[in-house]
């Protein structure tokens, strides 16, 4: 079984720094793209930032230059850090790993999607 668990998130004041993480547990062989994604309430979700297993990156245009994505292959462990956030940031924000079930050396069936349960980030004005 995998899973995906998030920390990190807060109450924060806007122009503020926050960092999120999430760490990907479980029978895992591989781990290929990750991302960030959030719902603010009302809205549907959206992708915030991903990264591929060689570290290359993308992200939404509202987060380009604030937001930045990186990943620890080693650690299966995937960071978010949301530099001056603004009040429209405000959102639960959830941790996507595309992963391949198994032990360290042997698959066991073909790449799945996961998520994380999501942890809440607010920034007041």
């Known amino acids: 079984q995998v899973q995906l668990k998030e920390s990190g998130g807060g109450l924060v004041q806007a122009g503020e720094s926050l960092r999120v993480s999430c760490l990907a547990s479980?029978?895992?062989?591989?781990?290929?793209?990750m991302g960030w994604y959030r719902q603010a309430p009302g809205k549907e979700r959206e992708l915030v930032a991903a990264?591929?297993?060689?570290?290359?990156?993308n992200y939404a245009d509202s987060v380009k230059g604030r937001f930045t994505i990186s990943r620890d292959n080693a650690r299966n462990a995937l960071d978010l850090q949301m530099n001056s956030l603004k009040p429209e940031d405000t959102a639960v924000y959830y941790c996507?790993?595309?992963?391949?079930?198994?032990?360290?050396?042997?698959?066991?069936?073909?790449?799945?999607?996961?998520w994380g349960q999501g942890t809440q980030v607010t920034v007041s004005s």
């Open positions: 479980g029978s895992i062989f591989s781990t290929n793209d």
């Open positions: 996507n790993a595309h992963i391949r079930r198994g032990t360290r050396i042997c698959p066991a069936g073909a790449q799945e999607d996961y």
């Open positions: 990264i591929t297993s060689d570290s290359s990156t």
